[in-house]
């Protein structure tokens, strides 16, 4: 039996299966509307704001060198 979910963009149903080049969206207008909402900060993941000076591509320092 095939698994269906629920697009996050509109609710219609969407079969979870490998043939479904969308999922878990039902149509590529509905993943686009959803990067969008992305892009305009409507979905955030909540925390505290970081600073982006602050932000190195260094890993942390072990102490050893």
Do not use: N, Y
């Amino acid at each position: 039996m095939t698994q269906t979910v629920h697009c996050p963009t509109c609710g219609r149903p969407v079969r979870w299966e490998p043939e479904q080049k969308w999922r878990p969206f039902c149509s590529e207008r509905c993943k686009l509307i959803d990067l969008g909402a992305w892009s305009d900060e409507d979905h955030r993941i909540p925390g505290e704001p970081v600073d982006p000076w602050e932000i190195t591509d260094r890993p942390p320092d072990s102490g050893s060198h």
